[in-house]
């Protein structure tokens, strides 16, 4: 995929496009990853019909690193997502989110007053302070996430367990992604969980006006399936939280004709 630059107030940010012109979608990917991991919903049917619009956050794939570390924070990057959708005339979107990049979907959730809905998935809804012990699984890998400085050895066991157990992570986007993100993306992030630091997700899933769906890999390595299922969220689409089969944290690439079927189903839904 050929990516495109859109120069936003505070940054250029790299951006790829389906070719589709119908309903539009706007992607946004995981920690240390980057659009092109969303190469199977922009090049696929639903791309063909939609028009999709996967945006590199700062500091990741494409895009220019931010000026500031602030920037590398959940509002940081809603104000990016926000300002991405105005300028490409993505405000009426249906927006989804990949881990952190559902993190911050739901952070800019009350800037996108037009949005259709909402997707989320490898992403549990965290209060402050965060129950990271309950939201997630036990894996060592995910310490990477967090890390300012990694190794290629780390980098390959963080996105190894993006997968379902058993699966190679592909070298290409994910490892390639992981390396070259920016350091002070992760370090920042890591400094931004703090009191005030972003909006309490579990009083926004339970507040929510607008439809939300949520998607979960059953091979899921890193996110805990019971902690969502527990939480209250009256606009969650079909009343459960939509089970994508034989598929880890990143569904969306193990598993495109469910969960691309899934995606197409709801925005049908809510448009």
């Known amino acids: 995929m050929q990516s ?9 940010v790299a951006y790829y496009e389906s070719s589709g012109t119908g309903a539009p979608i706007m992607l946004i990917h995981g920690n ?7 190469q199977h919903q922009i090049n696929s049917a639903l791309g063909e019909k939609h028009r999709i619009i996967a945006i590199d956050l700062p500091g990741h794939g494409s895009s220019d690193p931010a000026a500031e570390l602030s920037a590398y924070s959940m509002p940081g990057y809603a104000s990016v997502v926000v300002a991405a959708a105005e300028a490409l005339g993505m405000q009426d979107a249906v927006f989804v989110g990949w881990s952190l990049g559902g993190h911050i979907v739901l952070e800019c959730h009350n800037q996108l007053p037009q949005a259709k809905g909402f997707v989320i998935f490898g992403t549990p809804p965290l209060a402050f302070p965060p129950a990271m012990e309950a939201a997630y699984l036990p894996n060592p890998a995910m310490g990477a996430g967090f890390k300012a400085d990694i190794t290629e050895d780390e980098a390959h066991a963080y996105v190894t367990a993006f997968f379902a157990p ?3 992570a592909p070298h290409t986007p994910f490892l390639t992604d992981a390396l070259r993100t920016d350091g002070n993306a992760r370090a920042g992030l890591a400094a931004s969980i703090t009191p005030d630091g972003y909006q309490d997700e579990v009083e926004i899933v339970a507040h929510l006006t607008k439809p939300l769906a949520i998607f979960h890999g059953d091979k899921e390595q890193l996110v ?12 969650l689409w079909q009343n459960k939280v939509q089970i994508i089969s034989e598929a880890g944290h990143a569904a969306h690439w193990e598993q495109p004709e469910q969960f691309n079927a899934r995606l197409e189903a709801f925005v049908a839904d809510v448009t």
Do not use: F, V
């Open 224 to 235: 805990n399936a019971a902690y969502i299922s527990e939480l209250t969220m009256p606009t």
């Open 4 to 12: 495109k630059i859109l120069q936003l107030p505070t940054q250029k």
């Open 166 to 168: 058993g699966t190679a």
């Open 32 to 38: 240390s990853s980057s659009g092109l991991s969303y």
